[in-house]
Nanobody
Framework: QVQLVESGGGLVQAGGSLRLSCAASGRTYTTYSMGWFRQAPGKEREFVAAIRWGGSSTYYADSVKGRFTISRDNAKSTVYLQMNSLKPEDTAVYYC?????????????????WGQGTQVTVSS
């Protein structure tokens, strides 16, 4: 089992920044990659970004490329999502997820473990 706890969400004005953190515990050695997803009210959960746990490969949704950066600190078993130039359409609950199978997956069905989510609200 892998436990994930997100933090760092909040209310920010458009154009502002937030940094989300996802602390992993348990059998983290089984984790191949980590991802961030988000879900706005009335919408499906969508992929935001992913990173390989043991390497530097990163992947982003087109909607956040150039504005968001995913990174990890293996020593702290923590993954981060730095969000800059935030827009009202970025408002959602953001979830951290862990994948134990090889490869990067942009579908939520490809991840085994999920955090509880953290709310991000961007005001216009």
């Amino acid at each position: 089992q892998v436990q994930l706890v997100e933090s760092g969400g909040g209310l920010v004005q458009a154009g502002g920044s937030l940094r989300l953190s996802c602390a992993a515990s348990g059998r983290t050695y089984t984790t191949y990659s980590m991802g961030w997803f988000r879900q706005a009210p009335g919408k499906e959960r969508e992929f935001v970004a992913a990173i390989r746990w043991g390497g530097s490969s990163t992947y982003y949704a087109d909607s956040v490329k150039g504005r968001f950066t995913i990174s990890r600190d293996n020593a702290k078993s923590t993954v981060y999502l730095q969000m800059n130039s935030l827009k009202p359409e970025d408002t959602a609950v953001y979830y951290c997820a862990a994948r134990t199978l090889p490869g990067i997956n942009t579908s939520s069905s490809g991840y085994n473990y999920w955090g509880q989510g953290t709310q991000v609200t961007v005001s216009s």
